[in-house]
């Protein structure tokens, strides 16, 4: 196991609905400091509230964006590792191609380069289960084929070949982690670019029917905030190098099933409304999607811990006391 005791650690993105609940799982280990790089384009500082009492935790002062090398070089200075969550996000990517090309693409050379001039021993970076597009086979191994078709994934993809050839170029350390559906608190619950959770959970409490595109048999792999976050802390424990590796649960949950759940934890006996898709949303939309989680397991050592129905009420319970929602 890699030993990070004493160690200095940078997060980009560390304000973010991920990044914050990685900076606490940091702070759970014997580290000697993280520093959060974030622009808030689309975190938050309350996020960090807590984390931000402990001495050990600090911000880096003077911003935080993937897009300013000298800046970002300036905050790799002294560090020995590095968690890098800095993204646009899916339907941003949709909208807004070109600077999600600065952001994602360009972006990411910029950490790459950056910990290869600051000799950081190892990257901890988010990629995407996006990269796989749609299933030819279930569960998704890391082998499946690239069947990704829209902006964001073709950036992740993109990263992950220059994480490859910086890996091989420089001796770069770096483990990619592709995520598969993540919900949980600090997820933006009320902005246009959300995901169906806090969608589902808005329309509830606004005392709207929860509307289901196409049938609701779309299946995809929930996984809760917190397992990855720690999922993050075992990469950069582990003794891994270089790798690619699921995030997930390995268990299949369609869209009927998370709206029913959902429903049942919130005690409503509402209808849901079933609608077609639009054209768009047809062409570029991924009706099944879990992956494997085996070789997270054996190689970095990671196993989520929180089932759906669990990971949910922690969500609920979150929006309860943020007044985002009477219960």
């Not at 509830?204 to 996984?223: C, H, K, L, T």
Request: aromatic share 10%.
């Amino acid at each position: 196991m890699n030993n990070i005791k004493d160690a200095k650690v940078l997060v980009i993105g560390g304000a973010g609905f991920i990044g914050s609940f990685v900076v606490s799982e940091l702070l759970k280990e014997d580290v000697a400091e993280v520093v959060v790089y974030d622009n808030f384009a689309r975190g938050k500082k309350a996020y960090l509230e807590e984390q931000l009492k402990d001495p050990r935790c600090s911000m880096f002062p003077i911003g935080g964006d993937i897009r300013e090398v000298d800046i970002l070089n300036e905050a790799m200075k002294g560090k020995d590792y590095v968690v890098s969550l800095a993204a646009m996000w899916l339907l941003h990517c949709k909208d807004f191609p070109r600077t999600a090309f600065h952001v994602n693409i360009e972006g990411t050379f910029n950490v790459l380069e950056a910990c290869v001039k600051n000799n950081i021993k190892k990257l901890i970076w988010s990629s995407s289960a996006s990269v796989y597009g749609d299933a030819v086979e279930l569960p998704m191994t890391e082998s499946h084929p690239f069947n990704n078709k829209n902006f964001y994934g073709a950036s992740k993809i993109a990263g992950e070949a220059m994480a490859t050839a910086f890996n091989d170029r420089y001796g770069l350390e770096v483990i990619g982690l592709r995520y598969m559906n993540v919900y949980g608190p600090h997820q933006d619950q009320t902005a246009a670019y959300t995901g169906v959770v806090p969608i589902m959970l808005n329309k509830i409490e606004a005392n709207e029917s929860p509307v289901i595109n196409g049938d609701g048999s779309q299946a995809y792999d929930f996984i809760y905030v917190e397992d990855v976050a720690r999922c993050n802390v075992d990469a950069l424990k582990s003794d891994t190098k270089f790798g690619m590796y699921n995030v997930g649960t390995e268990v299949q949950t369609s869209i009927k099933q998370l709206c029913d759940t959902i429903l049942e934890l919130k005690n409503s006996d509402m209808e849901v409304i079933y609608k077609p898709y639009s054209e768009d949303d047809a062409r570029a939309l991924v009706q099944n999607r879990i992956g494997s989680r085996k070789k997270a397991e054996e190689e970095i050592g990671f196993r989520y811990k929180y089932e759906l129905k669990e990971g949910l009420q922690k969500l609920i319970d979150w929006r309860i006391e943020t007044g985002l929602d009477n219960g």
